[in-house]
């Protein structure tokens, strides 16, 4: 039973003159616990359709259903719980607060709910010593590297234990060695959580590594098989 | 973790940003705390005044005439005195007294001097004890001053202790009737007291700046000891009664320190109360006529005599006393020049009664012993002395020639009469004559009963005449032309004031009545006990003190409600401090938005991670809270201290606005706290306003860091469309509020002019907003600075609008406020080069030869024309004084000055509207003083009142013309006055001015003339104002010109304009820090930018010079909007011609603004090319 559908999702932005299409009917679906990466040219609309598929944006035409809800037909309070509740995110800027440390950046989802509680604090500081962080729960981001900011940004988005975590380009700005500790940590919680992983990126070292590729050209979206896709150098 | 540690971590975290934003809320809060600082300083600073001036004093009982001064023994004694007063201290107060110092030949005057003459009592009242040792330096004849006075006339501490301190007072004669009457005297009023040595001065605190008239201006004092004062009084005028131990006022003290006693003590002490008649200046006699004297004498009538101090007893009275006594009957007695009949006879100085057919008393009886009935109208009754004299038989016309009852100028009309003779009375001659023993009058003898004709006292006392030993001295105000024979000596030895002829009541009222009255006295049976007459009285004076003319004055109730002042201050400063407070929230805006912009992704991340709008708004709103309420903390502190400034630069550089440095600073908890709230809360909504459009934007739009500036922008034509059209309806709001303008005042109006310029600034900016958001699509053939300069400008078009909006309000204010500024025009003193006043008033006519002649001035050229306007004293209700006025001076002005507008129109005067409804009146409204107005059904009587616009709009609060004021005068008239014109920027300001006859009529007692309006011819000598004020020092005369006058209100006004200006200073700083956030944050935001222009060559010079055109725009298009904003708001202004633009000084102004500007420009745009730009693009 698909925990993710994506039906037929269309997202288009009307001018004076023209209309643009950036997704011309996107349809796919995904299981509980399974990764997917998304690849594609710049401005092929990948970020467009995680930010839909996040309910961030909300498409032209077309339905996602997550754990059988459809977030547009909510109103903006109802989405905002939902994207509390079940979906985490992982930015190519870790957008964590300069003013809070990292612990108070991890907690930040929870304080949307109220004032956050001792075990609470304490699940964060568990998931930042998950990520490799023990030694820098009260450091201040810019106290930290790049590298760090973006555990960081990855425990924030599980602290929540969504059903949905989705990434966009999370090694992007990240140096080699750290782009391949963050793909794998991704992959890692988003198995271990028994999280549906959305990715999208350029790596397509990060992509081979995921139980799916969906490549998105010209809002079109095709499946390819990971380990050809890396031959064939998509 | 929570709310509370997230807001304290954001705001640490972003301590910049957050202060920038806490200083525009300051500067907003500091506005609004600053402007009600001010009001509620000069509120308090009003009534610390009154509380200084009044002393202990809370009421005053106040009498137009002298009153015993045992009366002040017996109020003390009252249980309601006991219960609620602690001090009662009998005093003469002379409100207008002249006093002369003389050093080394060189005289020096003050006029309009507080006389007080004073027992120790007095000094108990005072709440300053340092003037307690000065209270014992006025004894010995010696007389205190106070400092005012002591500067005037340049006496000192060490002339004092010299003893060279010497000083002449002038003080009113205390006269009993009425100058302007008949017998009033209209020679030698003034009684000099010579040779006083000063005793010590005192300060300017407590009584030594005791005034009775609200006003800030320091009073000039001069304290006697009340013994001394008397005495000299009584010596002047051997009239002063029987005893010298007289006063008119006593001063009374509550006891609980500034608060007076309530209305209902008032009340009740005045109850309690019991006057004798004298003290209210009644003489009640029991006339007998009688056979024989002494012990053997045979009573033939008696009734009780009701006469008054004033000869004539006012209508009010008389209709009191006839509704209160019924069996009561009025005699009204008048002095006739000359009784004449057809054979030629004539008899010189009669006494003539008119007296109704008695019902109670004794008839007057014909020779044959009838009856006489009734008197007709146009007949007269002889008593046979007289007709004897004359050769008159019944049925003769006799003329009657006699003096107008009212005179003007000190001139007396004789007038005459012809009545026929109805009847003869008999009279009896007395067998030993009226004589004076030791200067006592011992009646006339009769052996024969006297008849009812047979009553002197049907005269009522004349000093002067009625105790006179012969004709020939009576003391009359005119030249007795009449030749006095033996016979008429024999009469007056033999009858005295009998009088020798009597007509009917109402011919009587025909022939003598006055706006004094006509009564000369009641005959009241004497059934009626004295003391029964007595308790009568008392209840008509308990009824209405003021009829009596002796009532008590609650002058510190009254003077701390008058404290609250005319002018809101706070609500003056606040109005114009609007533009300010919106600066400061536009900055506000601004500041908030700049650093909203560097955090709008963590808006983004938050909706990311699940807050929902309102969560968003709640969690931002905590770190704004806090910003908001230092910032509001800090407003206050601020506002504090602007305050002070306002005040200090009022009592320093703009104490012409206020006349006098009595302003202090009063803070109080209710005022900070209005203004931390309201402060607070205003910056709030502008910055919730922010949040919730932020909030709403969508969350991918805030993660990718999408500005608000691009959020703003239309996307579509429709909205641009709405945004026109609201700038229309601005518009259009702005001319009607400028048209409503025109039918409101003072305040009002200028608040619905200043709120029309607000809708055109507004609408404008709007249009710029919507310029700065429409892209052109113009293809440029070329590419220049300039065009990359406003490129930019349109990038963040909002942004823009705000600094251009900032600058745009410091530019309106400075420009909008010039426009207000005065320039006095010849209009305005409708060709009177001169104005005097006197402190006492003169009763010769100044405008003629003769009159001059009597009061000794000479040297007046024969072209010179006087115009004396009668006076009525009251509050200056001019801009000078700030107090409220409730009872404004009042002049009247004579026909006259009226005509000469007839026919001198292109010397008339400004008027700013009348009710005039035809083209004579149109054309000299001055005419509508004439107009004989129609009360209501309210009102009985309306007088014609012409006002400065100035005085009537923020002093009066009258705003049209056609306008009812009710005033009710402690002197106890209570008028209504009708508006019929208003004078623009006259000389006039501070004064009603009435028709001479509605002033006779409103204000009987007043006599004489006080203003003096003077229009010298060409022939005159510049010596005028030195021959007059010489010649008329007694009288306290003080000539000024016209054109000082005027340059001394608009003085006022401009300064007041030179205060609000510097609001306009104030939102120029604002605009500045605008300006340079606005440039710093630009910089930052392009920083990559720059680096990259750098990096492809551009000069740092002509980096420089981009940025400097950037600020260029927003600060000319603010400088422009403002202007235009400006010119728009002042053309109602224009077009009532009171429009007076000083260009100069306006250019100077925006020469400052566009400097100001520049240099915030250049310096903001030098500091960015020392930034490391060439890294940023590595970076």
């Given amino acids: 039973m698909p925990h993710l559908i994506v039906k037929n999702v269309r997202k288009s932005f009307r001018s004076a003159l023209q209309e643009l299409v950036i997704l011309g009917g996107v349809s796919f679906d995904a299981k509980r616990g399974q990764s997917v990466a998304i690849v594609g040219p710049s401005g092929c609309g990948k970020s467009t359709l995680l930010s839909i598929l996040g309910a961030l944006d909300v498409p032209t035409d077309g339905t996602v259903e997550l754990d059988n809800v459809n977030p547009f037909a909510l109103n903006a309070d109802q989405v905002a719980a939902f994207r509390n509740e079940r979906i985490g995110f992982v930015f190519q800027e870790h957008h964590l607060l300069p003013q809070l440390s990292a612990l108070e950046n991890v907690l930040l989802p929870l304080l949307a709910c109220g004032p956050v509680d001792a075990s609470a604090t304490e699940s964060a500081r568990q998931l930042l010593t998950q990520v490799g962080l023990a030694e820098r729960i009260d450091h201040l981001p810019a106290k930290l590297s790049g590298g760090e900011r973006q555990r960081v940004a990855v425990a924030r988005a599980l602290i929540r234990n969504p059903s949905l975590l989705l990434a966009d380009e999370p090694t992007g700005s990240l140096d080699q060695n750290n782009a391949k500790s963050i793909g794998r940590l991704l992959l890692d919680v988003g198995r271990n959580g028994n999280a549906t992983l959305i990715c999208v990126t350029h790596s397509l070292e990060l992509a081979s590594q995921f139980d799916r590729l969906l490549q998105l050209d010209h809002g079109t979206l095709t499946e390819l098989d990971p380990s050809q896709a890396i031959a064939a150098k998509v | ?1179």
């Fill in chain 2, 1 to 1179: 973790m929570n709310r509370i540690r997230f807001a304290i971590a954001s705001l640490v975290y972003y301590w910049r940003p957050n202060l920038a934003l806490a200083f525009a809320v300051a500067a907003a809060t500091a506005v609004l705390v600053g402007a009600l600082v001010v009001g509620s300083s000069m509120r308090g600073s009003l009534r610390d005044l009154t509380l200084e001036r009044l002393g202990r004093i809370d009421e005053i009982i106040v009498a137009d005439h002298f009153f015993r001064q045992d009366l002040v023994a017996e109020i003390r004694k009252s249980i309601t005195f006991e219960n609620n007063y602690s001090i009662a201290s009998g005093a003469i107060l002379f409100p207008n007294g002249i006093v002369e110092s003389q050093r080394d030949g060189d005289v020096r005057r003050a006029n309009d001097i507080n006389v007080l003459g004073v027992d120790d009592s007095f000094w108990d009242l005072q709440t300053d004890s340092s003037t307690a040792e000065l209270s014992n330096a006025i004894s010995e004849n010696r007389v205190l001053i106070n400092r005012a006075l002591a500067d005037d006339l340049g006496i000192s501490g060490t002339d004092i202790q010299a003893g060279t301190a010497r000083l002449t007072l002038r003080i009113p004669k205390p006269t009993l009737l009425p100058n302007d009457s008949a017998l009033g005297k209209k020679k030698d009023l003034v009684e000099s007291l010579v040779d006083l040595p000063v005793g010590g001065i005192l300060g300017d605190r407590s009584l030594g700046r005791f005034a009775l008239e609200p006003s800030q201006q320091l009073p000039r004092n001069i304290y006697l000891k009340l013994d001394d004062l008397q005495a000299a009084l009584a010596r002047g005028n051997a009239s002063f009664r029987n005893s010298p131990q007289q006063c008119n006022a006593v001063l009374l003290a509550g006891i609980s320190g500034n608060d007076p006693p309530t209305e209902q003590a008032t009340r009740q002490l005045l109850d309690s109360i019991t006057v004798e008649p004298e003290d209210l200046g009644i003489v009640i006699r029991k006339t007998q006529l009688k056979t024989g004297e002494g012990d053997g004498a045979q009573v033939v009538s008696e009734y009780w005599n009701l006469s008054t101090e004033r000869l004539v007893f006012t209508d009010e009275q008389e209709s009191k006393f006839t509704s209160a006594l019924p069996s009561a009957e009025t005699v009204q007695t008048y002095l006739v020049n000359s009784m004449s009949s057809p054979s030629g006879k004539r008899i010189p100085y009669s006494m003539v009664s008119a007296i109704a057919p008695s019902a109670t008393f004794k008839p007057l009886s014909a020779i044959d012993g009838k009856a006489i009935a009734e008197i007709g109208d146009d007949e007269i009754v002889l008593n046979d002395w007289a007709a004897k004299d004359l050769e008159a038989k019944v049925g003769d016309r006799l003329t009657l020639t006699f003096f107008e009852p009212e005179s003007s100028h000190g001139e007396q009309q004789e007038l005459s009469v012809e009545l026929t003779l109805r009847d003869v009375v008999k009279i009896a001659s007395p067998e030993t004559p009226f004589r004076m023993v030791r200067r006592e009058l011992l009646p006339a003898v009769f052996t024969v009963p006297p008849t009812p004709a047979n009553d002197p006292d049907m005269t009522p006392e004349v000093p002067g005449l009625t105790d006179s030993e012969s004709i020939e001295s009576w003391d009359l105000p005119f030249t007795m032309s009449e030749k006095i024979r033996p016979a008429d000596d024999d009469y007056w030895n033999a009858f005295r004031t009998t009088p020798k002829g009597f007509v009917s009541l109402k011919k009587g009222r025909e022939l003598w009545a006055s706006r004094f009255g006509v009564v000369t006295g009641f005959r009241i049976p004497t059934s009626v006990s004295r003391s029964v007459l007595t308790e009568h009285l008392n209840e008509l004076w308990h009824e209405q003190p003021s009829t009596f003319g002796l009532d008590l004055v609650p002058v510190k109730r009254s003077g701390l409600k008058a404290a609250s002042g005319t002018t809101p201050f706070d609500a003056l400063f606040l109005g114009l401090s609007m533009f300010i407070i919106v600066s400061a929230l536009l900055l506000v805006s601004v500041l908030f938005r700049l650093g909203l912009q560097q955090r709008v992704e963590q808006l983004g991340l938050l909706s990311a991670v699940g807050f929902n709008r309102k969560q968003l708004t709640r969690i931002w709103s905590g770190e704004l809270w806090g910003v908001c309420i230092a910032g509001a903390i800090a407003g206050v502190l601020l506002g504090i201290g602007y305050g002070w400034l306002m005040i200090r630069a009022l009592t320093t550089w703009w104490v012409g606005a206020i006349a006098t440095p009595f302003l202090k600073l009063h803070l109080s908890g209710l005022v900070l706290g209005i203004g931390f709230v309201t402060g607070l809360f205003v910056c709030w909504l502008t910055v919730r306003w922010t949040i919730r459009k932020v909030s709403r934007m969508p969350s991918r739009e805030l993660l990718a860091g999408q500005t608000l500036e691009a959020n703003a922008e239309p996307r579509s034509s429709r909205k641009g469309r709405w945004t026109s059209i609201f700038a229309v309806c601005l518009l259009t709001g702005a001319v009607l509020l400028s048209l409503f303008a025109t039918r409101l005042g003072g305040e009002s109006q200028a608040g619905a002019f200043m709120g029309g310029g607000f809708l055109v600034l507004s609408a404008l900016l709007l249009w710029v907003y919507r310029r700065l958001q429409v892209q052109t699509g113009e293809a440029y053939s070329t590419l220049t600075l300039n065009q990359l300069a406003v490129g930019n400008a349109r990038r963040n078009p909002l942004r823009s609008t705000m600094v251009i909006g900032l600058v745009g309000v410091a530019t309106f204010l400075l420009v909008a406020i010039s426009s207000f500024r005065l320039q006095p025009t010849s209009r305005s003193t409708g060709g009177a080069v001169w104005i005097a006043e006197t402190s006492l008033p003169i009763v010769s006519d100044l405008g003629s030869e003769v009159g001059r002649k009597e009061l000794g001035v000479t040297g007046i050229s024969a072209g010179t024309r006087f115009y004396s306007l009668r006076y009525k004293p009251g509050q200056d209700a001019s801009c000078n004084n700030l107090y409220q006025s409730t009872q404004p001076q009042v002049m009247g002005v004579p026909d006259t000055w009226i005509e000469r507008f007839d026919t001198k129109a292109d010397t008339g005067m400004l008027w700013a509207g009348s009710l005039a409804d035809n083209a004579e009146d149109k054309s000299n409204p001055w005419r509508l003083l004439h107009t004989e107005l129609k009360g209501s059904e309210s009102v009985d009587h309306l007088i014609p009142v012409v006002i400065d616009k100035n005085t009537a709009m923020y002093r009066l609060k009258i705003y049209a013309v056609g306008t009812v004021l009710h005033v009710d005068y402690d002197s106890g008239e209570s008028l209504d006055f009708k508006v019929v014109g208003f004078l623009e920027n006259s000389i006039f300001q501070g004064s009603l001015l009435i028709g001479e006859r509605e002033f006779k009529r409103a204000f009987p007692d007043l006599s004489g003339y006080q203003r003096f309006l003077i229009v010298p011819d060409e022939q005159q000598g510049d010596d005028l104002v030195a021959r007059l004020e010489d010649a008329l020092g007694d009288f306290g005369m003080d000539v000024q010109s016209t054109d000082s006058i005027l340059r001394q209100y608009a003085s006022v006004q401009n300064t007041y304009l030179s205060a609000f200006q510097s609001l306009g200073g104030l939102g120029l700083l604002l605009g500045t820090l605008g300006l340079a956030a606005v440039q710093m944050r630009s910089i930052v935001e392009r920083r990559k930018e720059l680096a990259l222009m750098q990096a492809i060559g551009f000069r740092r010079g002509r980096l420089l010079t981009l940025l400097f055109r950037e600020q260029i725009v927003l600060l000319l298009g603010g400088v422009g909007v403002g202007v235009i904003a400006a010119l728009a708001t002042t053309v109602p202004h224009w077009f009532s011609g009171s429009a007076s633009m000083p260009w100069t000084m306006l250019l100077g102004m925006l020469g400052l603004v566009v400097a100001v500007g520049v240099l915030a420009a250049l310096a903001s745009a030098r500091s960015v090319m020392r930034l490391p730009l060439a890294s940023t693009l590595r970076g």
